[in-house]
């Protein structure tokens, strides 16, 4: 099964507003990777974290790993249009595990 | 670069057809995926190759076989096509080292009557 769980599954924004979405591991990760996924595409690298309590961003995502190493999560500021696709987190061990994913819709 | 590619793009099949989705990866990678990816369930890993000459199964193998033909292509082949395979397929490399990150191809959407 799964070694990675998101939530929410579901995120609806109105454009403007913040939000966060969280991925969750009952082990400890060796790291943590994000892929956003656009409405009838195909799953798109965002990052990987690699150390605990590491904190990345782009532009207005910032990725953060937790320090046990068992939990990220992705902070969306100033939410627009062009966020709206399914995030996934996926676990980097040799299968990569993905989560089933949240998926972003946006009130203009 | 074409990075990878799938062919189909489409495919409708009737229970109990046969058929195989192509993939192939410009990029010299090692490593190789097929998953699929239904509403609600993510995307769950069926076959994946660590190198040429080799496959091993990941959670959903069942009603699937994969061929790892040379470094570039990795195929899926469903061999008696059912409903429950209807689902969008992807594939995707992966480069090696600390930062991994996984390339995916455009995805097969296959509906199984």
């Known amino acids: 099964g799964q070694q990675v769980m998101q939530i929410p599954q579901y995120q609806h924004v109105q454009e403007g507003e913040d939000f966060t979405t969280y991925c969750n591991s009952s082990t400890t990760l060796s790291n943590i990777q994000w892929y956003k996924q656009r409405p009838g595409g195909h799953p798109v690298f965002l990052i990987q974290?690699?150390?605990?309590?590491e904190v990345k961003k782009q532009k207005r995502l910032t990725f953060q790993f937790g320090e046990a190493k068992k939990n990220s999560s992705l902070h969306i500021t100033a939410t627009q249009t062009t966020d709206v696709g399914t995030y996934f987190c996926a676990s980097n061990d040799y299968k990569l595990s993905f989560g089933a994913g949240t998926t972003v819709t946006v009130r203009a | 670069n074409a990075g990878v590619t799938q062919t189909p793009k489409f495919q409708v099949l009737k229970t109990g057809q046969s058929m195989t989705l192509q993939c192939a990866q410009d990029?010299?990678?090692?490593?190789m995926y097929w998953y699929r990816q239904d509403p609600g369930m993510g995307l769950r890993l069926i076959y994946y190759?660590?190198?040429?000459?080799?496959?091993d199964k990941g959670e959903v193998p069942n009603g699937y076989n994969v061929s790892r033909l040379n470094k570039r292509e990795f195929s899926l082949r469903l061999e008696s096509a059912a409903p429950s395979q209807t689902s969008v397929y992807f594939c995707?490399?992966?480069?090696?080292?600390?930062?991994?990150?996984?390339?995916f191809g455009p995805g097969t959407r296959l509906t199984v009557l």
């Open positions: 190759s660590a190198s040429e000459g080799t496959t």
């Open positions: 995707a490399s992966r480069t090696q080292g600390i930062y991994n990150e996984q390339f």
């Open positions: 990029m010299n990678h090692n490593s």
């Open positions: 974290l690699v150390k605990s309590g």
